[in-house]
Nanobody, 121 residues
């Protein structure tokens, strides 16, 4: 089974930028749709963004600040995060099939272990 591996998280000041990456541990990210969700301590998980074919979708909270993209060879997916705010602090997960955007949250999720993003001065 393909395993998803995120990287690129870290500590950044408000207004700063980070780029998250998601790779498949074996093979490619050969999913029709793949995206990101995040979860902050004590909060519900929140779908952030999704890419399917050439269509991109974003939550209202990140629209205009985050950009999702995917390599042509489908080996890596990225989330460029600009103008970061303290409320963006969360663990970010790469996830197949974009639950919360294209599908419901129920059922088995194919996701990575997550990468921590902390926005603080």
């Amino acid at each position: 089974q393909v395993q998803l591996v995120e990287s690129g998280g870290g500590l950044v000041q408000p207004g700063g930028s980070l780029r998250l990456s998601c790779e498949a541990s074996r093979g490619t990210l050969d999913y029709y749709a793949i995206g990101w969700f995040r979860q902050a301590p004590g909060k519900e998980r929140e779908a952030v963004s999704c890419i399917s074919d050439s269509t991109t979708r974003y939550s209202e909270a990140v629209k205009g600040r985050f950009t999702i993209s995917r390599d042509k060879d489908k080996k890596t997916m990225y989330l460029q995060m600009n103008s970061l705010k303290p409320e963006d602090t969360a663990i970010y997960y790469c996830v197949a099939d974009c639950p919360g955007i294209l599908t419901g949250w129920g059922g088995l999720m194919i996701r990575g272990q997550g990468t921590q993003v902390t926005v603080s001065s």
